[in-house]
């Protein structure tokens, strides 16, 4: 059983930066595709950014040059560096680890983030 918590979430201004930590325990974290979601109210939950075991990266073409999705096995962490902060942006942002096969999926509580003047 994989245990995950998420960090870092804030208010910001417009155009500001929050980085989002995702802590893993109880697992081989190397081994697992990490990836960054949000549900803002009344939507559904969908895909921010993902990073790979192999350290391959995807975006969602709306944070596509503002957000930057890392990870360091060593510390079993992955992280969401998010610049230039629209209020559109404003949500819950939810860790996911995953694993290509029969494996379960596990998700963390998730981070209140809030862009707003």
């Known amino acids: 059983q994989v245990h995950i918590v998420e960090s870092g979430g804030g208010l910001v201004q417009p155009g500001g930066s929050l980085r989002l930590s995702c802590a893993a325990s109880g697992g081989s974290f190397s081994i697992f595709d990490m990836s960054w979601y949000r549900q803002a109210p009344g939507k559904q939950r969908e895909l921010v950014a993902t990073?790979?075991?192999?350290?391959?990266?995807n975006y969602a073409d709306y944070v596509k040059g503002r957000f930057t999705i890392s990870r360091d096995n060593a510390k079993n962490t992955a992280y969401l560096q998010m610049n230039s902060l629209k209020p559109e942006d404003t949500a819950v942002y939810y860790c996911r680890a995953y694993r290509i096969g029969p494996f379960p999926v596990f998700w963390g509580q998730g981070t209140q983030v809030t862009v707003s003047s």
């Open positions: 990073i790979t075991t192999t350290m391959n990266t």
